[in-house]
């Protein structure tokens, strides 16, 4: 439904992007980032656009073009948190953890903050070894048992990770 409305206005930047960003949803990353690319112009960009372009190249695995989209977003609509959160995710998929963990504490400090927000905080701090804070993260939106369980799951993603780089 979304695409025929697309098509079928291919002037409406606004529909373009709740295209694109719909196949995200449903994984479908190269038709995205054409329909994204056309969703704004870069005289007139749209951070929201942005943003989900940094998405798609993050799941692509280009972790430097999906900071550079994040960081374009973030220069139109500072402070925004869940810009924030998805650019200390690729930080952290990067291999940049210190940077990341400063990115997402701001994104967490923001009254905007929500549940992910906050929980990508709490990742990046497992994936820096700081458990007991994550826990505590995790505590602020879940109960105490599943933020136990959500630590313990991460701890093991990256004793996983250690064992993968080591062999």
């Known amino acids: 439904m979304l695409r025929i409305a697309a098509m079928s206005n291919p002037d409406s ?14 994984g479908d990353l190269a038709e995205a980032e054409s329909v994204l ?23 692509k695995g280009d972790q430097r073009m999906a ?5 374009r977003a973030l220069n139109l609509r500072p402070g925004d948190a869940k810009v924030q959160a998805n650019l200390a995710l690729s ?7 210190g940077e990341a963990e400063q ?9 905007a903050a929500d ?25 602020k939106d879940l109960p105490p048992d599943r933020a136990s369980a959500n630590v313990k799951m991460l701890q093991q993603m990256r004793a996983g990770g250690a064992k993968k780089r080591s062999a």
């Open 13 to 26: 930047r606004v529909l373009r992007a709740a295209y694109g960003k719909s196949l995200i949803g449903v």
């Open 37 to 59: 690319a056309k969703a704004h112009t870069p005289d007139n960009p749209d951070p929201s656009v942005l943003a989900a372009q940094g998405v798609v190249a993050a799941q």
């Open 67 to 71: 900071q550079e989209y994040f960081r």
């Open 91 to 97: 930080l952290a998929m990067e291999g940049k953890p």
């Open 103 to 111: 990115v997402a504490r701001a994104a967490a400090g923001s009254p």
């Open 115 to 139: 549940a992910r927000v906050r929980q990508t905080l709490a990742l990046v701090l497992v994936l820096e070894g700081k458990d007991r804070e994550a826990a505590e993260v995790f505590q």
